[in-house]
């Protein structure tokens, strides 16, 4: 999931300053789950800028927002109270917002930073895990992810700070290598340190990304 | 080959000391301040060290060794991709520099530009696999190299650090990746010196013990609050609140260091932060 949170209000009321009458827009998706831009934050949206002398025109919470034909679909049928507005606030994550933005003429104010790629550990809580970056060494680290749970993203091992077996830069973050290292032992395998791992091609994260599955590969039916 | 690894390889106890280049381009301090280490095999330059942004170690490097100080050029991964880490490593041969300390860096969070993007596009294994690389005339593609450098290249090691197996496992990595020598982290506690230097006895690879000179309770404290891998025991900070005088106390425990790792390294490696007129006293 996109973990999402609301921009600071005082950079929020400063983008809307130049604009009298708002239309809104939610995400059905990651931001409704991390509660920053479902129906909810929406409606809390709404009264925060009729305090601030805004008119609303309209809401959407489009089921995913990334979607961008899905949200230009959702966009067409709310097309008047889009119209009516001088801009359009998107409560999304940034990929949300784009999809908007590439859908109309209208400015789009976007009310969100969008974070990182976030498991849940329960409602309310999510963690870092992967970065997406294109070239998974899962497999050899007993999956426990270095490139991302490592503030470095080392792939030998343990850098200099580590303390009881702890994060230099976070006292309460277990070392990812430590992690990794009991879990590999506990498996009773070597994993990735039977290898000195060279470095990473950073050529498969290049941006922007693009993906067609016309092009990948895929198992065929049957397993062949 | 460098002095410093003739040294080593005669068998000699060497003494490392380091300096930290300024930040701006007044390089008289840091050219008057190496004069005052004494009886000194080599001085380490660091790289923006503690992530605090100073002038660059290569040219602080560069400097010293025309002016004929035996320098080990500090670089970490942390500010430079893999790229401007092998033009800077081809840079500092061609000013003579041939002894290098390859790190992965403190993060940036811990210095003067929190707000920087850290690099890490290599660690410091890879980097001295690079290093190696170099050595045999090849980039990091296999292009060859028109002119070759000649290193003497170091890594860094925390032999108090836990689990032991785990930090161990990245040393004999980076021995198999290149590294003739290491500098520790500060030493403060003799018996995980001892396990580190007989495991690495089937290495072969000369360790230099890292002595700090603390110079009060308040900078231990301080070292241990804030400085990633250093960590001053208890029995230490004790000893520092019943001394009278803190500096005596700290030398003291300094020279106390230097005699384990006569005893068990191949050199000492000294940092006195500004009192470099004590270091005959530890070396007493």
Not at chain 1, 35 to 60: A, P, R
Not at chain 1, 86 to 112: H, M, P, T, Y
Not at chain 1, 193 to 216: C, D, H, M, T
Not at chain 2, 127 to 150: E, H, K, R, S
Request: aromatic share 6%; net charge negative; with cysteine.
């Amino acid at each position: 999931m996109i973990i999402s949170e609301l921009k600071p209000l005082e950079e929020l009321q400063q983008a809307l300053s130049e604009f009298d009458k708002l239309f809104l827009v939610g995400c059905g998706a990651c931001a409704t789950v991390c509660k920053s831009g479902g129906e909810e934050e929406i409606f809390k949206l709404q009264e925060w800028l009729t305090e601030h002398d805004k008119d609303v025109t309209g809401s959407v919470v489009i089921d995913e927002a990334c979607h961008i034909m899905r949200a230009a679909r959702d966009l067409r049928h709310h097309k008047n109270a889009v119209q009516d507005a001088d801009a359009v606030v998107v409560l999304a994550c940034g990929s949300g917002i784009q999809s908007i933005s590439s859908n109309i003429e209208k400015r789009v104010v976007g009310g969100l930073n969008s974070t990182f790629l976030g498991n849940v550990r329960r409602f309310g809580q999510y963690e870092e895990m992967c970065s997406l970056c294109g070239d998974c060494i899962l497999n050899e680290t007993a999956g426990i992810c270095p490139v991302t749970t490592c503030a470095k993203g080392l792939l030998n091992g343990p850098c200099g700070g580590m303390e009881d077996g702890h994060c230099e830069i976070d006292p309460d973050i277990e070392c990812a290598w430590r992690l990794i290292y009991e879990r590999l032992q506990s498996q009773n395998r070597q994993g990735v340190f039977a290898r000195r791992v060279p470095p990473k091609n950073w050529s498969q994260r290049r941006k922007p990304g693009r993906y067609s599955l016309r092009n990948s590969g895929r198992l065929k039916n049957g397993g062949r | 080959m460098s002095y410093l690894s003739d040294q080593l390889a005669a068998g000699k106890f060497v003494v490392t000391a380091e300096i930290a280049p300024p930040k701006g381009t007044n390089l008289a301090p840091a050219l008057a301040d190496v004069k005052k280490f004494e009886g000194i095999t080599a001085v380490n330059v660091t790289d923006n060290q503690g992530a605090n942004m100073r002038l660059s170690s290569l040219a602080l490097a560069a400097q010293l060794q025309r002016t004929g100080t035996e320098t080990i050029l500090q670089l970490t991964c942390r500010d430079r991709n893999r790229m401007a880490l092998q033009s800077d490593l081809l840079g500092a041969a061609t000013f003579g520099i041939e002894n290098l300390l390859l790190l992965s860096g403190d993060h940036s969070k811990f210095g003067d530009h929190p707000d920087a993007r850290p690099v890490f596009d290599l660690d410091s294994v890879q980097l001295l696999d690079m290093t190696a690389g170099l050595m045999a005339g090849f980039d990091m593609v296999g292009q060859p190299l028109n002119g070759v450098p000649n290193f003497f290249p170091g890594a860094a090691v925390n032999p108090a650090a836990e689990p032991f197996e785990l930090i161990f496992q990245k040393v004999s990595k980076k021995v198999d990746s290149g590294a003739r020598f290491f500098q520790t982290q500060s030493i403060f506690d003799r018996a995980s010196l001892e396990r580190f230097m007989s495991a690495m006895v089937p290495l072969n690879v000369p360790v230099i013990a890292g002595v700090l000179l603390i110079r009060s309770g308040k900078m231990a404290r301080f070292l241990n609050d804030n400085i990633p891998g250093v960590q001053v025991p208890e029995s230490l900070l004790d000893r520092f609140d019943r001394a009278t005088d803190p500096m005596a106390e700290g030398i003291a425990i300094a020279r106390e260091t230097v005699s384990w790792a006569r005893e068990l390294c191949h050199g000492v490696h000294l940092m006195t932060l500004g009192h470099e007129d004590k270091i005959p006293a530890i070396l007493e």
